[in-house]
């Protein structure tokens, strides 16, 4: 199971309003292709390659979004950091750590 930033939220959130001005089709195909991703990094989250300072981050099959998130393997918990824009500036979440 994972827990999320609550910056990270809200830009899960934001992107699906964007998608969502576009077509509800989109944005349903946005949040789908979110919670598949989300379900590999919850199944396997040591599978995906070290990102920054022992984090990982797994792209979105379809939508140029990342999930950028930690994981404790003592405890196994998983927070994502961010649902990142793969076009805005790198490391900007880098606070939330």
Same mark, same amino acid.
């Given at each position: 199971?994972?827990?999320?930033?609550?910056?990270?939220?809200?830009?899960?959130?934001?992107?699906?309003?964007? @998608?969502?001005?576009?077509?509800?089709?989109?944005?349903?195909?946005?949040? $789908?292709?979110?919670?598949? $991703?989300?379900?590999?990094?919850?199944?396997?989250? $040591?599978?995906?390659?070290l990102y920054y300072l022992g984090l990982?981050?797994?792209?979105?099959?379809?939508?140029? @979004?990342?999930?950028? @998130?930690?994981?404790?393997?003592?405890?196994?918990?998983?927070?994502?950091?961010?649902?990142?824009?793969?076009?805005?500036?790198?490391? @900007?979440?880098?606070?939330?750590?």
């Open positions: 199971m994972s827990e999320m930033h609550p910056s990270a939220r809200i830009e899960l959130e934001e992107a699906t309003v964007h @998608y969502l001005n576009i077509s509800v089709e989109l944005a349903d195909k946005f949040l $789908t292709d979110f919670e598949q $991703t989300l379900s590999f990094v919850e199944w396997m989250p $040591t599978a995906w390659p990982r981050k797994l792209n979105l099959k379809i939508f140029p @979004y990342s999930i950028v @998130y930690d994981f404790s393997e003592s405890s196994g918990e998983i927070i994502i950091l961010a649902v990142q824009h793969q076009s805005r500036k790198p490391f @900007y979440w880098k606070n939330r750590i």
